[in-house]
């Protein structure tokens, strides 16, 4: 992408073609450009591509989906609030079926990134925090910390028959 588009939003879809590492730096050049925006034009823009993003295939919005959770987790963390924010604005103004399926998207690829940044993520969005309550890796602590303490609670319980051991 040499060449400046038009707005930040124009061409977005386009970006699914880049390789990862091109596209995350690409969609944080763009995200610090509409985080510079006055308020109504950095909330069109946003809008802008949340629509094209959640009318693509469901190849491309996991892909474009996972390059601007990526591209946020780098975004200084006032302009990650501030893009965070606006995005899920625009979603929120969309139909409920994009809206569902922007959820169902980004709870799917938040648990596949390292619990490092998701927490880093719930810091900057709050939203993101919300959608993932727990993260696999969340649930596999808790669950190995549960089965812990349920197996020392049955080594402590002592059974009638067990006279030699002591309360």
Same mark, same amino acid.
């Given at each position: 992408?040499?060449? $400046?588009?038009?707005?930040?939003?124009?061409?977005?879809?386009?970006?699914? *073609?880049?390789?990862?590492?091109?596209?995350?730096? =690409?969609?944080?050049?763009?995200? =610090?450009?509409?985080?510079?925006?006055?308020?109504?034009?950095? $909330? =069109?823009?946003?809008?802008?591509?949340?629509? *094209? =993003?959640?009318? %693509?295939?469901?190849?491309? #919005?996991?892909?474009?989906?996972?390059?601007?959770?990526?591209?946020?987790?780098? #975004?200084?963390?006032?302009? @990650?609030?501030?893009?965070?924010? +606006?995005?899920?604005? $625009?979603?929120?103004? #969309?139909? +409920?079926?994009? &809206?569902?399926?922007?959820?169902?998207?980004? !709870? %799917?690829?938040?648990?596949?990134?390292?619990?490092?940044? *998701?927490?880093?993520? @719930?810091?900057?969005?709050? %939203?993101? @925090?919300?959608?993932? &309550?727990?993260?696999?890796?969340?649930?596999? !602590?808790?669950?190995?910390?549960?089965?812990?303490? &349920?197996? &020392?609670?049955?080594?402590?319980?002592?059974?009638?028959?067990?006279?030699?051991?002591?309360?």
């Amino acid at each position: 992408m040499s060449t $400046a588009p038009s707005s930040p939003s124009h061409g977005w879809t386009d970006l699914a *073609q880049l390789p990862d590492s091109e596209r995350i730096a =690409e969609m944080r050049r763009r995200f =610090e450009a509409i985080a510079s925006l006055p308020p109504e034009t950095r $909330a =069109e823009e946003l809008r802008q591509i949340a629509s *094209q =993003e959640l009318g %693509s295939s469901d190849e491309t #919005l996991r892909a474009l989906a996972a390059a601007r959770l990526r591209s946020w987790l780098e #975004l200084p963390p006032d302009a @990650a609030r501030t893009i965070g924010a +606006g995005y899920d604005e $625009a979603v929120r103004g #969309l139909s +409920g079926d994009l &809206a569902l399926r922007s959820t169902m998207f980004a !709870q %799917s690829i938040v648990r596949e990134f390292p619990l490092a940044e *998701q927490r880093q993520l @719930a810091e900057v969005l709050p %939203s993101v @925090a919300t959608q993932v &309550a727990t993260s696999s890796s969340d649930s596999g !602590q808790r669950l190995a910390q549960e089965a812990d303490d &349920a197996r &020392a609670a049955m080594l402590a319980r002592r059974r009638w028959w067990q006279f030699w051991r002591r309360s």
